[in-house]
């Protein structure tokens, strides 16, 4: 195998981990369940493809296979609950799997270009795990800023409706709690 061309897969994988993920479409629990069984299936019929090839070309496959089916079942919880944390486990997913295949392909080498193709390898998964972890400090920094803005757009108009007395005060202060959300 040749280190470039491994370098350059492991650097396409990276890149991919980047991406934004897309906002989760939920899924019902059948067409959940259905695609469990898709994956399963296809990693059986991927690992079965494997069975013709011999030493580290069959287990840079069985590997391969491995990834497809770990990212994709990934994947699928994360369209079933559309969950920020399975998001997050998508891009962890992707990265772990990602370190798993281009380890495996480090094995046709020997010696230094082994150890360089390895160490390639890991600092890629390295890159996208802190890409992941950069991306979910970042939506957090969001979330704190859109919870900033929304107090104190909450305090002025509690402040607008000291205005007002009896009733109407009671009612615009309810309504800026419900437009604010606070209890």
Request: proline content about 1%.
């Amino acid at each position: 195998m040749n280190p470039t061309h491994t370098l350059k897969s492991t650097l396409v994988v990276a890149a991919l981990l980047c991406m934004p993920l897309a906002q989760a479409a939920a899924l019902s629990k059948v067409e959940y369940k259905a695609a469990k069984t898709r994956i399963s299936d296809t990693y059986k019929s991927e690992k079965a493809a494997c069975a013709t090839l011999t030493a580290n070309a069959k287990d840079i496959c069985q590997e391969e296979a491995k990834a497809h089916e770990k990212v994709a079942l990934a994947e699928n919880e994360y369209s079933y609950t559309g969950k920020v944390a399975d998001a997050r486990k998508v891009a962890t997913v992707k990265a772990d799997t990602a370190y798993a295949v281009a380890k495996e392909r480090c094995d046709d080498q020997a010696g230094n270009a082994k150890d360089v193709c390895v160490k390639e390898a890991k600092a890629v998964k390295v890159k996208a795990l802190a890409d992941a972890k950069m991306n979910k400090e970042v939506s957090n920094a969001k979330q704190d800023s859109m919870d900033t803005k929304r107090d104190a757009d909450y305090k002025v108009a509690a402040e607008k409706c000291d205005a007002s007395t009896g009733d109407a005060k009671t009612n615009c202060i309810a309504a800026a709690k419900a437009k604010y959300g606070k209890n």
